[in-house]
């Protein structure tokens, strides 16, 4: 009962801590970590034969180490005091959200456009992997929209469902998952066979939170009546997942996202989500930045509940 009371109380001071100080660069963020030991392990197995199957490996090892270590952690750590385990389940919590930080960056590209064109390109580029040299006004704006929703629901619901199901550990791990793909998961000649795995697995972790983010996205906003919109649209993007909160965004707005765009110098071929074709404007974002506010405190009251239920049943047992 004590561990499923503290688990409650650090899901909420560290939703808390993301709300006020998002990723503050004198923090020792846990991805930077995950990211060397990706880096160190890929040099080591991502060559000769069998990739697929080295890569697989790699994947399966660092999620299980990841969760493992923070369940060993946590319960050594309520062993000694109870406080200790409550400090370290906010640190995880804390580090696997990045909810200000997102509407932060988003912002910080709808104000640089309002000084120069290329200020707005370099401030996107900072959260887009496409090549933004050459994207016009309209553009932009698009894509730091598009961004904005995707992200809603890999860096605050996805987390959050994670912990709802298996705590700080398996919000930890999905957090492994997350930048496991964001490193090796793409369909290149390096990592073409040794992350398809890894891919694979970040497609299997968010797709219920990605479905679970456009129907709360559509609640809080009012607009349920748009599902039959995001069920048209949201499988057209080349992801499993992500097109289902950018359509669920399109609709709110009435706007069109996807397209043709540059990656690496290469144009990619893109179906549109949305219909009507205009260029969001500072209305539109602050309707996001309110959209994704309240999807979030959403997403805590229902893990709040999930988390309650569970200490209220361990309370009778």
Not at 28 to 56: C, D, Q, T
Not at 64 to 88: E, K, N
Not at 184 to 203: M, Q
Not at 236 to 258: D, M, T, V
Request: aromatic share 10%; net charge positive.
């Amino acid at each position: 009962m004590e561990s499923e009371g503290i688990a409650l109380g650090a899901l909420i001071t560290g939703f808390i801590l993301d709300q006020i100080l998002g990723d503050p660069a004198w923090f020792p963020h846990p991805v930077v970590g995950m990211g060397k030991a990706i880096n160190l392990f890929e040099k080591i197995l991502n060559k000769g034969s069998y990739r697929f199957i080295k890569g697989a490996f790699m994947t399966v090892l660092m999620v299980g180490i990841t969760y493992a270590a923070c369940w060993f952690s946590l319960v050594l750590s309520m062993g000694i005091h109870p406080a200790i385990s409550f400090l370290l389940s906010t640190v995880v919590v804390f580090s696997c959200l990045s909810a200000l930080t997102l509407r932060k960056e988003v912002e910080k590209v709808f104000e640089a456009l309002q000084q120069y064109l290329y200020r707005g390109r370099i401030q996107l580029a900072r959260i887009v992997g496409r090549d933004t040299r050459n994207l016009n006004t309209k553009q932009i704006r698009i894509a730091a929209l598009e961004t904005l929703s995707e992200n809603l629901s890999d860096g605050v619901i996805a987390p959050l469902f994670w912990f709802a199901l298996l705590g700080a550990p398996g919000m930890l791990a999905y957090k492994m998952i997350n930048t496991l793909d964001s490193m090796i998961g793409y369909k290149n000649d390096r990592y073409l066979y040794f992350g398809k795995f890894a891919a694979r697995l970040d497609d299997a972790a968010n797709f219920i939170p990605a479905r679970l983010t456009a129907l709360l996205m559509l609640v809080v906003s009012g607009n349920l009546s748009k599902v039959n919109f995001v069920l048209r649209h949201g499988n057209k993007h080349a992801s499993p997942n992500s097109g289902y909160p950018e359509a669920a965004l399109a609709g709110i707005l009435g706007c069109r996202f996807g397209g043709p765009n540059s990656y690496s110098g290469k144009i990619v071929q893109k179906p549109y989500i949305g219909t009507i074709d205009r260029k969001p404007d500072g209305n539109d974002l602050n309707l996001s930045i309110s959209i994704n506010r309240r999807c979030e405190v959403c997403m805590l009251v229902i893990v709040s509940v999930v988390a309650a239920l569970r200490l209220l049943i361990n309370y009778h047992l």
